[in-house]
């Protein structure tokens, strides 16, 4: 045999071998329930999935007004009742009102010094009192438990009081 008769008949083997293999993976993929695609490999699933309808553009018109109409009747209740319009300006004094007040506070103060009524003097203020803090140290609290134990180690206890026996 020829070198060229040896490779048609290993080609015809390894043909044989490629269906069998193929057949194999076929029956593999419709126990996982792929479509067999042949001797091609088997693509990842995607996990984009295709839409399978288009929505008319007349639906989505439809869905638009309608959410349009519930935005509406939201925002109208949660409006507060104010009256529509400018807002009232602001109010001002006029020059003869201002007049007729300092006019009556000048005829009330002299009316108040002919009648020697005193003002009250003012009251200064009194100096704001530096209060202990309320939570002492750790430490604090430890040297004065320390201390009173020493006091009350170093003096001793009072013997029993005589008791009156009459």
């Known amino acids: 045999m020829s070198d060229i008769e040896t490779l048609q008949m290993a080609l015809i083997g390894y043909e044989a071998e490629r269906q069998k293999i193929e057949a194999t993976m076929a029956g593999i993929r419709s126990q996982l329930g792929l479509r067999s695609k042949g001797a ?3 693509k990842t699933p995607t996990t984009e ?6 929505m008319s553009a007349a639906g989505r018109a439809r869905i638009a007004e309608a959410q ?4 509406a009747a939201a925002k109208k209740q949660s409006e507060p009742s104010a009256p529509e319009g400018a807002p009232k300006p602001k109010r001002r004094l006029s020059k003869a009102g201002k007049a007729a007040i300092v006019a009556t506070l000048k ?10 009524v005193k003002t009250a003097p003012v009251v200064a203020k009194k100096a704001a009192v530096k209060k202990a803090p309320v939570k002492a140290s750790w430490k604090a609290v430890k040297k004065v438990a320390a201390k009173r134990s020493q006091k ?5 206890a009072p013997a029993t009081s ?5």
Request: hydrophobic content about 40%; proline content about 12%; glycine content about 4%.
């Open 40 to 42: 091609s490999p088997a």
């Open 49 to 54: 999935a295709k839409p399978k309808h288009k």
């Open 68 to 71: 349009r109409k519930r935005w």
């Open 107 to 116: 005829k009330r103060w002299a009316a108040k010094k002919a009648a020697g």
């Open 152 to 156: 009350a180690a170093a003096t001793p």
């Open 162 to 166: 005589p008791v009156a026996t009459e």
